[in-house]
C-alpha cells in the first residue's frame, strides 16, 4: 500500500519568517493531497488540498506544491503568525482504493513571537 | 450546520465493559471512517464504511467493531476494551468514496481512557 513520510517531525521558526513541511508518497497513483492542521486538543481540519493534476495552489499565506516525478509535495507558509503553531499532517488518497487517506505522522509547528 | 459530530467526547472505562462511541454527519456523506490518534503515531484508520451496509477494516481493526445501518451513522464498538485502546479517536466522513477523492470532514475526537 501507500507510505507516506513526513519531514520534518518539529519546526521552530520566528514569527513572520516562512516555513516548509515536505511529504514524500511511494505509489504514483495516488492522485488527491490535502493538508491539515490540528490545534492542540481540537480536530484535524483541511487547510489545502491538491490535485495530481496541478502543481501549484495558493490559499493567501498557504501554498502547496507537488512533484508528481518525485512524489513529494509540501506544504508552505509564508509570513507566520504565532496562530500557526499547530500540528501539521499530509495525506495521500489513492483513486482505487475506496478514498483511504495515508496520513503522515506529523509536524509540530512552533512560531515564536 | 454542517458537522460530523461524536459522543462521548470524554470516557474512561475498565477493561472489559463493552462501549459504543456513537458518529452522526449530517452531510449526507457516503464515506465514512474511525481514526485511533496516538502520540508520535499520527493518525491511523480503524474501519470504513462506503455506504450503508458496506464497512471493511483498516489499518488496525483489531479488538475493534462497526456498523452503518444508515447513511448518517457510523458507530464504533469496543466488545471487550483492553488498555491498550486508550486514544484519541476521530470519526471522519467525505462526500465521495469513488475515484474522485474529496476531503474527509473530523468529528471532535473522543478521548478514551481503559483502565
Given at each position: ?22 511529504c ?21 481540519q483541511?487547510?489545502i ?36 503553531s ?10 482505487d482504493?475506496?478514498?483511504?487517506f495515508?496520513?503522515?505522522s506529523?509536524t ?6 | ?10 470516557l474512561?472505562t ?6 459504543t ?29 462506503m ?10 481493526p ?50 478514551l481512557?481503559?483502565?
Amino acid at each position: 500500500g501507500e507510505n507516506v513520510e513526513q519531514h520534518p517531525s518539529t519546526l521552530s521558526v520566528q514569527e513572520g519568517d516562512s516555513a516548509v513541511i515536505k511529504c514524500t508518497y511511494s505509489d504514483s497513483a495516488s492522485n488527491y493531497f490535502p493538508w491539515y492542521k490540528q490545534e492542540l486538543g481540537k480536530r484535524p481540519q483541511l487547510i489545502i488540498d491538491i490535485r495530481s493534476n496541478v502543481g501549484e495552489k495558493k490559499d493567501q499565506r498557504i501554498a502547496v506544491t507537488l512533484n508528481k516525478t518525485a512524489k513529494h509535495f509540501s506544504l508552505h507558509i509564508t509570513e507566520t503568525q504565532p496562530e500557526d503553531s499547530a500540528v501539521y499532517f499530509c495525506a495521500a488518497s489513492i483513486p482505487d482504493n475506496f478514498n483511504k487517506f495515508y496520513f503522515g505522522s506529523g509536524t509540530k509547528l512552533n512560531v515564536k513571537p | 450546520e454542517a458537522q460530523v459530530t461524536q459522543n462521548p467526547r470524554y470516557l474512561i472505562t475498565v477493561t472489559g465493559k463493552k462501549l459504543t462511541v456513537t458518529c452522526s454527519q449530517n452531510m449526507n456523506h457516503e464515506y465514512m471512517s474511525w481514526y485511533r490518534q496516538d502520540p508520535g503515531l499520527g493518525l491511523r484508520q480503524i474501519y470504513y464504511s462506503m455506504n450503508v451496509e458496506v464497512t471493511d477494516k483498516g489499518d488496525v481493526p483489531e479488538g475493534y467493531k462497526v456498523s452503518r445501518k444508515e447513511k448518517r451513522n457510523f458507530p464504533l464498538i469496543l466488545e471487550s476494551p483492553s488498555p491498550n485502546q486508550t486514544s484519541l479517536y476521530f470519526c471522519a466522513s467525505s462526500l465521495t468514496s469513488g475515484s474522485l477523492a474529496d476531503t474527509q470532514y473530523f468529528g471532535p475526537g473522543t478521548r478514551l481512557t481503559v483502565l
